[in-house]
Nanobody
Framework: QVQLVESGGGLVQPGGSLRLSCAASGFTLDYHAIGWFRQAPGKEREGVSCMGTSDGSTVYADSVKGRFTVSRDNAKNTVYLQIDNLKPEDTAVYYC???????????????????WGQGTQVTVSS
C-alpha cells in the first residue's frame, strides 16, 4: 500500500521559514517524478514545485521562485520542500505528490500525479 505522509507544517510569521517533509512507504521514489501542490481556502489546488529523476531537474511556479526549494533523499525515500521568506499568501494545505510512471521530467499539472499525501497545513500570520 502506497503512503505519503507529510509533516513540518505549522504557524509561522511572515518572513519565516519552514521545511516540509514527505515520507513515502510501499513505493520507491528513485525513478519517479515528485512534487508539491497547495490549496488555499476557496481556491483551486495549484502546483508549486516538482523534481524529475534523471538530472534532478526542477520546476517552480512563478509565485514561489527564489523562495521554495524542492529536494529528495532517495536513501530515505523522502521528499522535502524548503520554504523561505514566507508570505501570508502562502497559507494553504500543502500536498506531496508522486507520478507512478517512470520518467525523467516533471510538470505542475495535478493530472500528472497518481499518489497524494494527506496534506499539512501551513499558516503564515503575524
Amino acid at each position: 500500500q502506497v503512503q505519503l505522509v507529510e509533516s513540518g507544517g505549522g504557524l509561522v510569521q511572515p518572513g519565516g521559514s519552514l521545511r516540509l517533509s514527505c515520507a513515502a512507504s510501499g513505493f520507491t521514489l528513485d525513478y519517479h517524478a515528485i512534487g508539491w501542490f497547495r490549496q488555499a481556502p476557496g481556491k483551486e489546488r495549484e502546483g508549486v514545485s516538482c523534481m524529475g529523476t534523471s538530472d534532478g531537474s526542477t520546476v517552480y511556479a512563478d509565485s514561489v521562485k527564489g523562495r521554495f526549494t524542492v529536494s529528495r533523499d532517495n536513501a530515505k525515500n523522502t521528499v522535502y520542500l524548503q520554504i523561505d521568506n514566507l508570505k501570508p499568501e502562502d497559507t494553504a494545505v500543502y500536498y506531496c505528490v508522486v507520478d507512478r510512471g517512470y520518467g525523467s521530467s516533471c510538470g505542475l499539472s495535478l493530472y500528472e500525479y497518481d499518489y497524494w499525501g494527506q496534506g499539512t497545513q501551513v499558516t503564515v500570520s503575524s
